[in-house]
């Protein structure tokens, strides 16, 4: 963990034009806050890393890694392989409490699209004027989120206020995602949360998304809907495809139209 947010610190102090060099073969993608600033209603204040890396062929996605600071494929790839561990055993135990098979996330391929996303906040000259990130639920099905561990900024919404998510040495957050909130059928709701910015300090964050594959359908699990359940689907049928492009375009307000 020490080791994962040290390398991308470093990553987010070298030049913006090295970075956008390391970025350059197509499978990393980065966005800095004038493209943010650009491609967003809202102004961000943020650069963001993003890279798949998909659990049946790392070693595929690993060679297009960026290669600065030396060892980033080597602390990256350790990091996301240790994650993707801790992420299926919490999937488990979710799965134990909803009454649903303990392997249900690792068929029809609903965790086998898991990507890293990286959100480093410089320090804002007016935290008042921007956000670092606004309201969303995470379009995932849980997200483990890695904390810097000296500077705050995560929120979260509970009862209409805002409250901060205290960074804890050594501890993750684990969100509940907008794709297992329409698995669960609406037992788990999605985390709404948000980042503020801050005068100070840079803020760097680390999060491992657990995604299907383009083409699994997204749908409450059939075993809620046993043993003579009379429980209603409250959400409907669509591919993984279909909800990105959908949650892309629309951002919050598609969740109404996910409803049955």
Known sequence: MDDVMKVFKEFHSM??????????????????????????????????????????????????????????????????????????????????????????????????????????????????????????????IITILLQDKNVRGLQVLKDDEWFGVDPIPYAFVVNIGLLLQIISNGRLIGAEHRVVTNLRNARTSVAYFINPSNESIIEPAKDLFVNGSTQKTMYKSMSYEEFRTNFFHKGPKIESELRN
């Open 15 to 140: 030049p913006s034009k090295e970075k956008l060099n390391e970025c350059s073969n197509g499978s990393c993608k980065l966005y800095t806050s004038g493209e943010n600033h650009r491609r967003d209603a809202v102004h961000y204040w943020k650069d963001t890393l993003t890279h798949p890396c998909p659990p049946s062929s790392p070693q595929q996605y690993i060679k297009y890694w960026p290669n600065k600071p030396s060892n980033y494929r080597k602390v990256v790839g350790k990091y996301t392989e240790e994650v993707r561990k801790l992420g299926m055993k919490i999937l488990e135990m979710l799965c134990e409490g909803l009454g649903i098979r303990r392997e249900y996330f690792l068929c029809g391929g609903l965790s086998e699209n898991p990507s890293l996303v990286v959100h480093h906040y410089p320090p804002c000259p007016d935290p008042t004027l921007t956000l670092g990130l606004a309201k969303h639920r995470d379009p995932s």
